[in-house]
Structure formats: structure tokens, C-alpha cells
T-cell receptor, first 109, second 115 residues
């Protein structure tokens, strides 16, 4: 089955800096790669996703890149703000999604 | 528009007691339904998923079971809870997959504490 690894587990940046979170997956059949943001005590919320026929996707300050050959994908957040502080999860799959272990992002003012 | 409801939001149960968590989806038909569990400070573990009434796939052997008695209803159960069953349980749904996976949307979650 699919196995997703996510790094780093924690990430601290200064406001205005960029943040990068990386994930690798194992199943070449996976064709959907979403990223979720989870604030404390809340449900995960989709922030951006990418499908296997696309290499890069951008939405304002966030972007995701996908390298299918190497089986890895990354989340990029530019001009970070304190409200970006949360836990971020990557996921990979086809009919069902397998999630990474999460990255706790802390943005300091 | 589609909405997903999950209840109860919180519950505290003694070890050995039964469990029933319920999830319903409105505004769509024949959704794929999922139960995930999140232990404190941990990631999201897929427990069960269902592509139709009475069709349940179990991802990990455990003390839990799932049922789908109606198209938009998904129930997570246990006959006897263990301490290790404590966690944040999330129901989720996706629409019909035409090609590849569709967007996964989570319910608000049920926080279970087993004492």
C-alpha cells in the first residue's frame, strides 16, 4: 500500500520568511496530492492540491510542486504570517488518501 | 451545497463500554465515506472507507468496526473500548471519482477520551 513520509516534523520561521515542507510517497499509482492545514482542535482544511498531470500549482502565497519520477512533492509558503501557524499534512493516493505525519509550522512575529 | 455532520462532538467513556459515532452527508449521493483517527499530536490514520451501502474496507486490524446502513450514513462502533481507542475521530467524504480521487472533506470531528 501507499506510504507517505513528511519532513520536517517542526518548522520555525520569522514572519515574512518562506517555509518549505517536503513529502515522499511510495505508490506510483497515486495521482492526487492534497495539502491540509489543521489549527488546534479543528478539522483539517484543504489549502491546495495537485494532480499527477501537473508539475506545479500556485494560489497566492502558497504553491505545490510535484516530481512524479522521484515520487516527491512539496508545499511552499512565501511571505509567512503568524496566522499561517498550524499543522500541515500532505497526502497521496487514488481512491483513498494516506497522510503524512504532519509538520508543525510556527511563524514568529 | 454538500455538508457533513458528525456527532457527538466530544465524549468520555469508561474502558469496556460500547461506542457509536455517527456521520451523515447531505447534498450529494453515493459519496465515498471514510473514518480517520488522529491520536494526540499525531497524524491521520485511515481506519475504514466505504464506496457504497454495506461495502466496508478495513485498513488496520483493531477494536473498531464500521457500517454503512444508508447511502449517506457512516457509523463507527466498538463493543468494548480500550484506553488506546482515545483520539480525535474524523469522518470524511469524497464525491464520485471520475478519474482519480476527488477532494476529501472532513467533518468537525469527535473527540473520544477513554478512562
Amino acid at each position: 500500500g501507499e506510504n507517505v513520509e513528511q519532513h520536517p516534523s517542526t518548522l520555525s520561521v520569522q514572519e515574512g520568511d518562506s517555509a518549505v515542507i517536503k513529502c515522499t510517497y511510495s505508490d506510483s499509482a497515486s495521482n492526487y496530492f492534497p495539502w491540509y492545514k489543521q489549527e488546534l482542535g479543528k478539522r483539517p482544511q484543504l489549502i491546495i492540491d495537485i494532480r499527477s498531470n501537473v508539475g506545479e500549482k500556485k494560489d497566492q502565497r502558497i504553491a505545490v510542486t510535484l516530481n512524479k519520477t522521484a515520487k516527491h512533492f512539496s508545499l511552499h509558503i512565501t511571505e509567512t504570517q503568524p496566522e499561517d501557524s498550524a499543522v500541515y499534512f500532505c497526502a497521496a493516493g487514488f481512491q483513498k488518501l494516506v497522510f503524512g505525519t504532519g509538520t508543525r509550522l510556527l511563524v514568529s512575529p | 451545497s454538500q455538508t457533513i455532520h458528525q456527532w457527538p462532538a466530544t465524549l468520555v467513556q469508561p474502558v469496556g463500554s460500547p461506542l457509536s459515532l455517527e456521520c451523515t452527508v447531505e447534498g450529494t449521493s453515493n459519496p465515498n465515506l471514510y473514518w480517520y483517527r488522529q491520536a494526540a499530536g499525531r497524524g491521520l490514520q485511515l481506519l475504514f472507507y466505504s464506496v457504497g451501502i454495506g461495502q466496508i474496507s478495513s485498513e488496520v486490524p483493531q477494536n473498531l468496526s464500521a457500517s454503512r446502513p444508508q447511502d449517506r450514513q457512516f457509523i463507527l462502533s466498538s463493543k468494548k473500548l480500550l484506553l488506546s481507542d482515545s483520539g480525535f475521530y474524523l469522518c470524511a467524504w469524497t464525491g464520485l471519482a471520475v478519474s482519480g480521487a476527488n477532494v476529501l472533506t472532513f467533518g468537525a470531528g469527535s473527540r473520544l477520551t477513554v478512562l
